[in-house]
């Protein structure tokens, strides 16, 4: 399969991979055909890119670190709890901890070396996906950084519920299309300690580790993150890693404000913070994680060919094996022997 705009579906196309609602169930399954119809109410929906299976891409696989059904059970326990806190029921810590552990034995029995799947967000599911997303990162870089079971376990039940104080900001305020007054700004700030005390305030149900992850997720290693500007090792690891998640899912996530960046240029990004924004170590671990150029990407070719991305060197990842598309048929090269070809940009962003 391979990842391309909404703007470009057609109908007849052939879905790739499922559209989740955001209490996690299937909206659009994979293989459905899509019509006319559909492609317009996932275009209401906000979705900006979808996964297309076509002849040009029937033997492309893209690997997802966890499972579709494992993918659906947490997107809908993200929302259950977060559902619950809103109307001031207690979390269920249980369905959080099952979860976390299945994501975290998916990940560990995993082979896979760099990630290379997008989580398509609806603009009302935003929330969720990004809780998941960064769950799933976090857990793949601690296990990157040789974290131990537990640690990892801990990480993830923390990065589940990270922005659960979002819940206490005013939705006007979150879904402003504008640039943020500073006054709103100030007010979103606030997230971080809202959200620390609703995990908190689960009678240790849920380790206080984790709970620092919702309060110190914004912080930066020079200090000048919020809400405490803490420095350094102040911070703690938990929230190092997360923190260098969370900036990563969202620079690549369509939002109402502005249009996702590509993964390398958020790499890019997140590679000239280290040692200043983010921990150089967390940041070392990030690139050894992460595709610059997913499989299933759409390039342009420095000889002006469009190309997809069809896996990628996990040595030299700039220089993937692509498929390079002809008039009337195609052609795979690897840019690992090809040196006089580089990588120009995505051509989906």
């Known amino acids: 399969m391979r990842r391309i705009k909404i703007s470009w579906a057609k109908p007849g196309n052939i879905l790739g991979y499922p559209i989740f609602r955001k209490d996690g169930a299937i909206l659009l399954n994979a293989g459905v055909k899509l019509t006319p119809y559909y492609i317009e109410q996932l275009k209401a929906l906000g979705i900006t890119h979808i996964y297309i299976q076509d002849e040009v891409s029937e033997d492309i696989v893209i690997p997802d670190p966890i499972s579709i059904e494992t993918r659906t059970e947490a997107l809908k326990v993200i929302a259950d709890n977060f559902h619950r806190s809103c109307r001031g029921l207690p979390l269920d810590v249980e369905s959080i901890r099952r979860v976390v552990n299945t994501i975290v034995d998916e990940i560990l029995s995993s082979g896979q070396v760099l990630l290379n799947l997008y989580e398509i967000k609806t603009s009302d599911n935003y929330l969720f996906s990004h809780s998941l997303s960064v769950t799933v990162l976090s857990i793949v870089l601690g296990k990157k950084l040789g974290c131990n079971d537990r640690t990892l376990r801990d990480i993830g039940i923390g990065c589940m519920l990270h922005d659960i104080g979002k819940l206490d900001i005013p939705k006007e305020i979150l879904d402003k299309p504008d640039k943020l007054t500073p006054e709103e700004y100030e007010i979103v700030k606030f ?37 405490r500007g803490l420095k ?86 700039l220089r993937p094996l692509v498929r390079v598309l002809k008039d009337d048929r195609w052609e795979d090269v690897d840019l690992m022997k090809k040196t006089n070809i580089s990588i120009l940009r995505s051509l989906e962003t």
């Open 191 to 227: 997230h971080t300690h809202y959200g620390y005390r609703r995990i908190i305030d689960q009678d240790g149900e849920i380790p206080a580790t984790s709970a620092h992850i919702a309060w110190e997720h914004h912080e930066r290693y020079d200090g000048s993150g919020y809400p």
């Open 232 to 317: 350094g090792g102040e911070i703690h690891i938990f929230s190092r890693i997360a923190g260098v998640s969370d900036v990563y899912d969202a620079m690549t996530t369509d939002r109402i404000y502005r249009k996702a960046y590509p993964p390398n240029e958020a790499m890019e990004f997140i590679m000239g913070g280290s040692g200043t924004l983010f921990d150089y170590e967390v940041v070392r671990a990030f690139v050894r994680s992460i595709a610059p150029y997913p499989v299933g990407d759409v390039v342009l070719l420095s000889t002006g060919e469009t190309a997809i991305v069809i896996d990628v060197n996990k040595d030299f990842p």
